[in-house]
T-cell receptor, first 112, second 113 residues
Framework: GNSVTQMEGPVTLSEEAFLTINCTYT??????LFWYVQYPGEGLQLLLK???ADDKGSNKGFEATYRKETTSFHLEKGSVQVSDSAVYFC???????????WGAGTKLIIKP | DTAVSQTPKYLVTQMGNDKSIKCEQN?????MYWYKQDSKKFLKIMFS???????INETVPNRFSPKSPDKAHLNLHINSLELGDSAVYFC????????????FGPGTRLTVT
């Protein structure tokens, strides 16, 4: 079946460090891929998306590239801020079943 | 102007009780969802409605019953609450059933004692 695997957290970094959160997927077909972010005490919100292979999604300094050959969609940011502390969810979407398939979430903690 | 709102935000209750969580969206979306997030932040879909019609019904105990009086509202009723029901419940909506962008409410933290 379709699934998403994310690196386990928490990931703890200092401010201005480089961030990578790994995400790989298994899917039959060609899914669309997403990163959602959940700030403390809030619901999830869409951070960025990529709908086909080699697309790069970007928003708020975060980037992720849809790599079909490695079935990956790693999230990166060049210089993190304390305000980036949140839980990040990788997800895939297949038209065939109308559902977002979610990864387990990765908690990111940024220290000043 | 809250897009997706849920009430209550916190709910503390005893085992065996029956409780409801309400959700409303003012985005004009056709599709609404209920998710359960456990203490490890794992997110699991429970139900989805499209224009008041149930389209996703995952393996959820019969004690959970969703109700959609109109397409802007999706309520969740839980009978005979158990300790394992303690979690954060999120309501979400999307424009269409095939939309991947979902808008989440702030969540309802349910604690069963």
């Amino acid at each position: 079946g379709n699934s998403v695997t994310q690196m386990e957290g928490p990931v703890t970094l200092s401010e201005e460090a480089f961030l990578t959160i790994n995400c790989t997927y298994t899917a039959t077909g060609y899914p669309s891929l997403f990163w959602y972010v959940q700030y403390p005490g809030e619901g999830l919100q869409l951070l960025l998306k990529a709908t086909k292979a080699d697309d790069k999604g970007s928003n708020k300094g975060f980037e992720a590239t849809y790599r079909k050959e490695t079935t990956s969609f790693h999230l990166e940011k060049g210089s993190v801020q304390v305000s980036d502390s949140a839980v990040y969810f990788c997800a895939l979407y297949m038209d065939s079943n109308y559902q977002l398939i979610w990864g387990a979430g990765t908690k990111l903690i940024i220290k000043p | 102007d809250t897009a997706v709102s849920q009430t209550p935000k916190y709910l503390v209750t005893q085992m065996g009780n029956d409780k409801s969580i309400k959700c409303e969206q003012n985005l004009g979306h056709d599709t609404m969802y209920w998710y359960k997030q456990d203490s490890k932040k794992f997110l699991k879909i429970m139900f989805s409605y499209n224009n008041k019609e149930l389209i996703i019904n995952e393996t959820v105990p019969n004690r959970f019953s969703p109700k959609s009086p109109d397409k802007a509202h999706l309520n969740l009723h839980i009978n005979s609450l158990e300790l394992g029901d303690s979690a954060v419940y999120f309501c979400a909506s999307s424009q269409f059933v095939r939309s991947y962008e979902q808008y989440f409410g702030p969540g309802t933290r349910l604690t069963v004692t």
